[in-house]
């Protein structure tokens, strides 16, 4: 795969710690990765840049996931999305599913389940997790 070619995502977290552990081990995998922590710092992203994929957090501070979505819709309507949370209701997540997200991981993830999630849909190869297994987005 080209440079060219390399899947872009952009992940949305208010918490820097975890936002930027999430873009290191997608970098580690190969995949080229942008963040944001606030809404408007997504939606600056959004429309400046192409993305392939957006994982978002569902509170982020001056928005929600929720928003995160339809931004990312109108954007990159091919683009799939990815919201999760610590401490997201039943609603919440119904309401996720229903504005087109294509999966929901509550917080804690592990790993493997962020690395399968996002290789079936970017359909790319399952990557190899850091050799070191010391990198984990879960909190």
């Not at 939606?43 to 990312?72: E, Y």
């Not at 493997?112 to 359909?123: G, P, R, V, Y």
């Amino acid at each position: 795969m080209s440079r060219k070619d390399t899947p872009r995502i952009l992940v949305v977290e208010d918490d820097s710690m975890f936002r930027e552990t999430v873009r290191e081990v997608l970098r580690d995998l190969g995949y080229k990765v942008r963040g944001a922590r606030s809404l408007s710092k997504a939606t600056k992203r959004l429309t400046r840049h192409s993305f392939d994929l957006v994982l978002s957090d569902i509170d982020i501070g001056d928005g929600t996931g929720l928003d995160v979505v339809q931004i990312a819709r109108k954007a990159h309507p091919d683009a799939p999305i990815v919201l999760m949370s610590a401490n997201a209701d039943v609603e919440v997540i119904q309401q996720a599913m229903e504005s087109g997200v294509a999966r929901f991981l509550p917080k804690p993830f592990g790993l493997a389940e962020l690395m399968s999630t996002i290789s079936e849909l970017l359909d790319t190869p399952n990557a190899e997790p850091p050799s070191d297994g010391s990198k984990s987005p879960a909190r």
